[in-house]
Structure formats: C-alpha cells, structure tokens
C-alpha cells in the first residue's frame, strides 16, 4: 500500500549553506533540534543530519521502504530566526530548492510546502503567492509562533486568506529556544525539555489561538496539520471541553464575545499527524478529530536510526491501531490525496 510522508524534513544544500554563512550574527541554533550545532561544528556526526543534508543518504534510507514517497518542509528553526533582515532572501533561495527537488526526484518525493518569511508578513503573502502558482509548491509551513508573535495577529490575516483561496494545506511545526527556560529562577532549559516537551506544547498554543483568534471562523476550509499527532489536544481533550465550558464567561470577554459553534467543533477542524509512534496515540486523535484528520507524517529523519525508526514506527502504529482497513489506508495516502490534491501512486 502507498504510504505518503506528509510531515518529515530536509535541509537543501543551497538554502543550508546559506543558513550558516548567518549563524554567528543570528545564533539559530539555540531554536535548532539539539544535535544541529554539534553535528555543524565538528562535533560526531549523526546519521540524522547526514540524511537531511545528503540527497544520497536520503534517497538509501528511502528506498528501504516499498511504496513510500515524501512531502518535503524544511527542518527548524523559521528563517526569520536563521536572519530576520535576510528571512525574505532566505524563502526564496529554499522554495525554489524545494521545488526543483520535487520536479527532479518524483521518484522519491510526492511535493514540497513552502516557507515564508513571516516576520515580513507583506513579503510572505508575495513570496506565498509565487511559491503556489509560480513553483507549484503544494502546501506551507507555519511555525506556531514568529520571533514571539501569535499567529492570530492581524498582520497574518492575509497569509491565512491566501492558504484559504487556495484550498491547499498548513503544516503547523512548533518552535521554541533552548534559552527559555522551564522555570524563571534558570537561565534556559535543561535536559531537553524545551524541546521533547515545549514544542507539542508551543503546537499547542497556537492552536489554541488560531481557535479563540478567529482564523478558524473567518475561514472555515482551511486545513492545518498539526504536526506530532496534534500535540496535547488528543489527550487533553476532555479537559478541554470542561475547563472551556466551565471559564467561558472570562474567554467571553477577553475576546470580546462569545464563538459561533461549541469550542470543541473548532479543535476537531484540525489535523494530525502520526509521528508520536504508538497505535495508542492514533486511536486517541482518531477519536478526537475523526480518523478522516489524521494523516501519515513522521518527522523523519529525526531519530537515531536516520529517519528510519520514524517511518517504521509509525506505519506500526497504524496497522496495530483499531481502526477499519479503509481508515488505515485513508491514514497511509487517502488523505494525502484529499489534502494536497494530488496522487499517491508515482
């Protein structure tokens, strides 16, 4: 059966090297997963990073596994962290990467979403505008935050109506710094807690604003994946419904009037990914958004075994999931195809 990676990673030649011509003015690699800046800087390098770097690594670890094909988003961080002056520069140089990479390698990647420069949320509408027609990109990227501002300001408004007119979908990755800290009395995080904890719960946030922002009122076709199985709402659902029930005259008021459906209804619009790896946690988002929102995406390469253990997982997970055959197949492709409109078979 086709298997659609709709959530995994890479870093492009071109747009990586450009990256760390930048690193010593931006530090980005504070907002990095944990391994980049050792791995950069001389440091053991993990298979991980060599399979985000290296086409041929990338095309081995991808041809182990029968019927399986890629949608390609860069790895963290956002480019208005690796260069807020130079984030626009930076867009350009990745979506046209992305895109050849699609058209060169079909074989191997079924599309590409772009990335935007949103701290230019002016030039990201553009750059949005030219990723969708011009390059035929099939998505985009958003990460749940931008250089600490919701994704529910006004200044983004534009680039959601955009995503709306064209009916493709959103990949929601979370970001958060090393250098926050988990507790105020430290100086920045410990043992990796900003990261394996701190970004379903960044995810999470964000949804959380997209819902009581507005966006999801103001345009209800929108598809957002929510990368790692839709954080912790799955899990967290019943409290979510009674805690927003039970507090809803003071989120009432602080956005100033009440939602037109029950809060739940719009956290069910949302889609998830499978990249927590357990059938456990795909029966948990199957119940809360429907199996019809959860889509194959593994966040591959980023595990000890190079993407490897990623794909394996999760495709594990799904058929040990009690779930029905055809829910399982909408997981592993179907849904791929109804999102990004196009085919799974090469």
Not at 176 to 189: F, L, N, W
Not at 318 to 346: D, N, P, S
Request: aromatic share 12%; charged share 30%.
């Amino acid at each position: 059966m086709e298997r659609i990676d709709a959530f995994c990673h890479i870093l492009p030649k071109r747009y990586d090297e450009a990256r760390w011509k930048r690193h010593d003015k931006t530090r980005f690699s504070e907002y990095s997963p944990a391994h980049i800046k050792k791995a950069h800087v001389g440091g053991e390098r993990q298979l991980n990073y060599e399979v985000l770097t290296d086409l041929d690594a990338r095309f081995r670890m991808i041809e182990e596994f029968e019927s399986y094909r890629q949608v390609l988003s860069v790895a963290s961080p956002p480019p208005e962290v690796v260069d807020p002056d130079g984030s626009d520069e930076l867009c350009k140089i990745l979506n046209d990467e992305l895109a050849e990479l699609v058209r060169k390698h079909p074989h191997h990647f079924a599309g590409a979403v772009a990335n935007l420069p949103m701290n230019k949320p002016d030039q990201a509408a553009r750059e949005l505008e030219r990723a969708l027609n011009d390059l035929k990109l099939n998505g985009v990227q958003f990460f749940s935050s931008v250089l600490g501002k919701p994704l529910d300001l006004p200044e983004f408004r534009p680039i959601f109506e955009i995503m709306a007119k064209h009916d493709l979908p959103i990949l929601l990755h979370p970001t958060r710094p090393r250098t926050r800290p988990d507790y105020p009395t430290e100086d920045a995080s410990k043992y990796i807690i900003w990261q394996v904890f701190g970004w379903p719960y960044e995810s999470t946030a964000a949804m959380t604003r997209i819902v009581f922002g507005g966006i999801l009122e103001d345009y209800p076709n929108l598809k957002i994946i929510v990368h790692h199985t839709g954080a912790m709402i799955p899990f967290f659902s019943g409290r979510l419904q009674a805690m927003y029930t039970l507090f809803e005259p003071l989120w009432t008021e602080e956005r100033g009037g009440a939602l037109r459906r029950p809060v739940a209804e719009y956290f069910r619009k949302f889609y998830a990914d499978t990249s927590v790896f357990t059938a456990a946690s795909i029966e948990c988002a199957a119940d809360f958004f429907g199996a019809d929102h959860v889509i194959f995406g593994t966040d591959a390469p980023f595990d000890i075994e190079g993407g490897r253990f990623s794909i394996r997982e999760s495709t594990r997970a799904v058929v040990e999931a009690r779930l029905t055959g055809e829910e399982k197949r909408q997981i592993l492709h179907g849904t791929f195809e109804r999102l990004f409109r196009l085919k799974a078979a090469r």
